[in-house]
């Protein structure tokens, strides 16, 4: 039904519609991924200003279209500064925003998803972001309905001698397991234990870096093959 209606949301990202306008993908808290319209966003005067860049935090009013919505007011709560003014913060903040509109239906409430978002950028900005995009990729994965096996092997359930991960199999696999699946690739026990930890720990732990972008490009790779699409943000953290 068209009509008004208010949310607060995080811009995930923004294209140019015409020669004035673009077309905002933002993430509300209630009513889950929506794109719409801010027209005049890129004039001069616009009276949007700088509110709807990505990872913006806005209070919104939004009008519900036949088609597309179209916003109609949009104020700051917070422009997360310190994932602006960083550039690793930054591409960190682009991969969460990526994941998200990528693993989320358009306008299907998902409230532990937009808390995660929400934590992660603040986590960034707060320049304690050196595990969290792994972090927060396994706990998206996990309230996704993608949670990957961790403790056991996905393939015959034993508990010791993990060793791999498979993403076909749903996570660490044993040696006995890894075998039997060609795109499982290798992935030592600490790696495996830095995961579990990341997926109970609050954000802003820290780990080693060439563990952390080990275990960011095993999940990219599990996250890739069940949601059937690259992502390109993730595979730029790879070096
Ligand atoms: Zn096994």
Not at 12 to 40: C, M, P, W, Y
Not at 86 to 113: G, M, Q
Request: proline letters at 4%.
């Amino acid at each position: 039904m068209p009509g008004l209606y208010r949310d607060e949301g995080i811009v995930l990202k923004t294209i140019k519609l015409g020669e004035a306008d673009r077309i905002v993908t933002i993430f509300t808290r209630s009513h889950g991924k929506v794109r719409a319209v801010a027209k005049g966003v890129r004039k001069t005067k616009s009276r949007f200003g700088g509110r709807l860049e990505p990872f913006t935090l806005v209070d919104l009013l939004i009008y519900r279209g036949r088609n597309l919505d179209t916003i109609t007011s949009a104020d700051i709560r917070d422009h997360f500064k310190g994932v602006r003014d960083d550039y690793p913060s930054y591409t960190c903040a682009c991969a969460l925003a990526e994941l998200v509109e990528k693993i989320t239906e358009e306008r299907e409430r998902a409230f532990s998803t937009y808390a995660l978002l929400l934590g992660g950028l603040q986590t960034l900005a707060d320049g304690r972001g050196d595990t969290v995009v792994p972090a927060f990729l396994v706990k998206l994965l996990s309230v996704s309905g993608y949670h990957p096996s961790l403790s056991v092997c996905a393939g015959c359930g034993r508990s010791g001698g993990l060793g791999g991960f498979s993403p076909a199999m749903g996570g660490a696999v044993c040696r006995n397991c890894w075998g039997e699946d060609d795109e499982a690739f290798r992935l030592p026990g600490d790696r495996i234990a830095l995961l579990a930890k990341l997926l109970v720990a609050d954000f802003g732990a820290s780990a080693d870096p060439t563990a952390t972008v080990e275990v960011t490009q095993a999940l990219r790779r599990y996250a890739e093959y069940h949601l059937e699409r690259p992502l390109r943000s993730l595979q730029l953290l790879a070096t």
